[in-house]
């Protein structure tokens, strides 16, 4: 496929996805442009965001052509390991038979996969991650990083409540969920919703 029929698909794609807004408006791994096609689409976004193993992502992938019929998938997810997937959200409605778009991506060295619904809506870790992603544009002070990631190293882990108590510098939330979505400090997002019970631990580096 040739890199001006590769351009052209692409801005097709884009101009056909939802100008609306989804929520949250936040991201920290979305790399370009934030267009997503649905809230169910941009619920997965927010998913890829407080996944450890994925290291970047971008909406409206590089087009895929499926058995002569194109194919922009809603994500590209890059992982740690430098792998590749495409992927859909659940509402997706697709224009090629699912193995032809795998077939294709693996053509190219990579991985596609329709999700289920259920991997995004079962458990907490959706809330969990729409209530971080409201701080994703916050920047913790050095100071409040320090002193809350030398009491974790002192204590281990502590409650979400006495983490807070390590904020001087600005609002002890917005700090908190920053450090939890850059990867400094981890809690368990699959549990419960987040409380002040909720254990907080250092990630080693």
Sequence with gaps: MGIAKQAAMLRTARNSASIRT???AGTVKCEGVRLFRSQVARDVGCILDVNPSVKAWRCMSSPLDAGGIVHV????VFDEEGSILYL???DRSLSAEAAA???EAARINAR????DRAEIYDGFRLRNARD???YASHDTPLGDRLRLLTALDEHGSLPLSDCLRAFLETKPVAGIASLI???FIEVDLDEAPLSPETAVRRIAR
Aim: aromatic share 14%.
């Design 88 to 90: 859909d959200a659940p």
């Design 112 to 115: 596609y996969r329709l999700l």
């Design 132 to 134: 971080l992603l409201r």
């Design 73 to 76: 998938a809603d994500f590209q």
């Design 101 to 103: 778009i795998a077939s």
């Design 181 to 183: 979505l850059h990867g």
């Design 22 to 24: 989804y929520h949250p």
